[in-house]
C-alpha cells in the first residue's frame, strides 16, 4: 500500500506571495491532518479534514486554509508568506476514527525569503 | 488545554543498555497517549499509544511505554539500545477534542557504539 504523498517536497518562496502543498493520503483513509514542524516551536497542529469538511483547526491565522476533495487529497494554502511561516510541513492521514494512530508523510519544507 | 513536556533535549545511551525517554502530560479528563519517531528528512512514524487498560503498553522495535496516572508520566523504554534506534522522539496526547494532537518538543535519542 502507498504512504502519504506529499508534494513538493521543497519549496522557495518570498515573502508576501502565496503557496499551495498536496497530500496524498493512504488509499481508503477519509482524515486528513496538517502539522507545522520548527525548530522554534516544534509541531503545531494546524487543522483536520474528514470527507471534505473542516472537522477541527488548530490555533493559526486565517492565512493558513486548507480543503480536501472528494478523493481525500487535500491542500494547504498559505497566503501572504511571511519570513515565520518557514517550516517543515507534514500531512497525516488515518481512517478518521478518533484516536487512531496516523501515518505521516516525509513533509514540506517551505523556505520564505 | 492539554501540554505535553519533554524535559530532555538529548539524551544518550551505549548500545546494548536499556534507554528511557521521559514525557510527562497535562490534560483534563481521560489522556490518549502516544510516542512517535522521525527519523532525518522524514515525516514521524507511530511507535505506540495508551487508550486505556494495561498501563504497560509494547509498541514497535522492542519499545514500550508505562503510563502512570498519579504521576502524570508516560515514558518511553527499551530494554537493549541499537545504534539505530538514534532519532527523535515524540510524546504525544490528544483528548479526542478539537485540539488535533498536542505534541512534546522532542527528544534526541542518541546510541553510542
Known amino acids: 500500500k502507498a504512504g502519504v504523498t506529499q508534494t513538493p517536497r521543497y519549496l522557495i518562496k518570498t515573502r508576501g506571495q502565496q503557496v499551495t502543498l498536496s497530500c496524498s493520503p493512504i488509499?481508503?483513509?477519509?482524515?486528513v491532518s496538517w502539522y507545522q514542524q520548527t525548530p522554534g516551536q516544534g509541531l503545531q497542529f494546524l487543522f483536520e479534514?474528514?470527507?471534505?469538511?473542516?472537522?477541527n483547526k488548530g490555533n493559526f491565522p486565517g492565512r493558513f486554509s486548507g480543503r480536501q476533495f472528494s478523493n481525500s487529497r487535500s491542500e494547504m494554502n498559505v497566503s501572504t508568506l511571511e519570513l515565520g511561516d518557514s517550516a517543515l510541513y507534514l500531512c497525516?492521514?488515518?481512517?478518521?476514527?478518533?484516536?487512531?494512530?496516523?501515518?505521516f508523510g516525509s513533509g514540506t519544507q517551505l523556505s520564505v525569503l | 488545554a492539554q501540554s505535553v513536556a519533554q524535559p530532555e533535549d538529548q539524551v544518550n545511551v551505549a548500545e546494548g543498555n536499556p534507554l528511557t525517554v521521559k514525557c510527562t502530560y497535562s490534560?483534563?479528563?481521560?489522556?490518549?497517549l502516544f510516542w512517535y519517531v522521525q527519523y532525518p528528512n522524514r515525516g514521524l512514524q507511530f511507535l505506540l499509544k495508551y487508550i486505556t487498560g494495561d498501563n504497560l503498553v509494547k509498541g514497535s522495535y522492542g519499545f514500550e511505554a508505562e503510563f502512570n496516572k498519579s504521576q502524570t508520566s508516560f515514558h518511553l523504554k527499551k530494554p537493549s539500545a541499537l545504534v539505530s534506534d538514534s532519532a527523535l522522539y515524540f510524546c504525544?496526547?490528544?483528548?479526542?477534542?478539537?485540539?488535533?494532537?498536542?505534541f512534546g518538543k522532542g527528544t534526541h535519542l542518541i546510541i553510542q557504539p
Open positions: 504525544a496526547v490528544d483528548r479526542g477534542g478539537a485540539d488535533g494532537l498536542t
Open positions: 488509499s481508503g483513509h477519509r482524515s
Open positions: 497525516a492521514s488515518s481512517t478518521g476514527v478518533p484516536n487512531e494512530k496516523l501515518f
Open positions: 490534560v483534563s479528563g481521560n489522556p490518549y
Open positions: 479534514y474528514f470527507s471534505e469538511t473542516q472537522r
